[in-house]
């Protein structure tokens, strides 16, 4: 029994999972599960949001230092050295650069995000003449940032040993299909640049040849990942917000005692990674939980002026 409050922080996928196994959820499909209705929060699992990527994968013109260094009597030298020195060629993985880019240039802030890698995808240790080097090259994954398609966590069972049902309902909408074609376009325009040259040989996928809107989508629908930024299943909202599930303390609304503090209660995704923002919400919530007063804000920068 708690003396104060429960702090409930399992995470986007099993937050509402307990929820949902104690009774606080959609009561159309707690009651299908055979769970007893305590509390009536139809958002509980709602609201999954997720930024999905592609690919554009190229062969490598040369073999670099990447390759070379994966052999496999290297990298265990490299990996000791990593982990007993903290220096060497294991402390200085190929990814990721990244850029934040608008597919538009109406638009107010950047909708993709541009992950660069120096290696494959497909990399892994070798050692001649038992298993040969892999196929040197690199890629860059182009990022959905501002994805308006939603997604669900529902429950298998009333078993808490099951897992629940994760449907992403990634590319759910179209503007978010548009968005990683043209993501994709960019990135294929980088790649001719001259800057590339002494390094791309060839694209490897989705293949030079492919270009209409249709074979970048079969690409997509192939290779598609997430980058694994789940958020939003308990997501905070005021109190004529139907699917909120936490109030903007992260108490659970109609239940006392009981608060989510992770990034489930995020109403929407930030545009970039977000484990700044739920290290954030955490901090923010433990003040509140102890009484502590907020932070003043920043003072603002003061304006310099360049010289011409």
Not at 17 to 24: A, F, K, P
Not at 253 to 273: E, F, I, Q, T, Y
């Amino acid at each position: 029994h708690a003396g104060r409050e429960v702090l409930l922080a399992g995470g986007v996928i099993n937050s509402p999972q307990v929820l949902m196994l104690s009774g606080i959820g959609d009561p159309e499909e707690l009651r299908a599960h055979g769970i007893d209705v305590h509390t009536a929060l139809p958002g509980v699992g709602r609201n999954l949001q997720d930024h999905v990527m592609a690919p554009v994968a190229y062969r490598r013109r040369a073999p670099g230092p990447f390759q070379r260094n994966m052999r496999l009597d290297r990298i265990g030298t490299h990996v000791l050295n990593a982990y007993f020195r903290g220096k060497g060629f294991a402390t200085e993985l190929p990814a990721p650069l990244t850029a934040f880019l608008k597919t538009s240039p109406d638009l107010a802030m950047p909708d993709v995000q541009l992950l660069f890698h120096g290696g494959p995808l497909h990399a892994k240790p070798y050692l001649p003449p038992f298993t040969q080097p892999f196929a040197d090259g690199f890629s860059v994954l182009a990022v959905v940032l501002r994805p308006e398609s939603r997604g669900r966590v529902r429950l298998a069972s009333a078993d808490p040993s099951q897992p629940v049902r994760i449907h992403q309902n990634f590319l759910a909408a179209e503007r978010d299909w548009r968005t990683l074609r043209a993501a994709l376009r960019m990135v294929r325009e980088i790649g001719r640049q001259p800057a590339l040259a002494p390094f791309a040989e060839s694209e490897l996928a989705p293949g030079a040849a492919k270009q209409s809107d249709a074979e970048l989508d079969a690409h997509i629908r192939a290779i598609a990942i997430t980058v694994h930024h789940p958020l939003g299943t308990c997501r905070m909202g005021t109190a004529n917000d139907a699917l909120a599930v936490v109030d903007p303390e992260l108490r659970v609304r109609g239940v006392d005692g009981l608060r989510v503090v992770d990034a489930s209660v995020m109403p929407d995704l930030v545009g970039g990674n977000i484990n700044a923002a739920v290290t954030m919400i955490a901090e923010r919530i433990s003040d509140l939980i102890r009484g502590r007063p907020a932070l003043a804000p920043d003072a603002p920068a003061p304006e310099v002026a360049l010289a011409a």
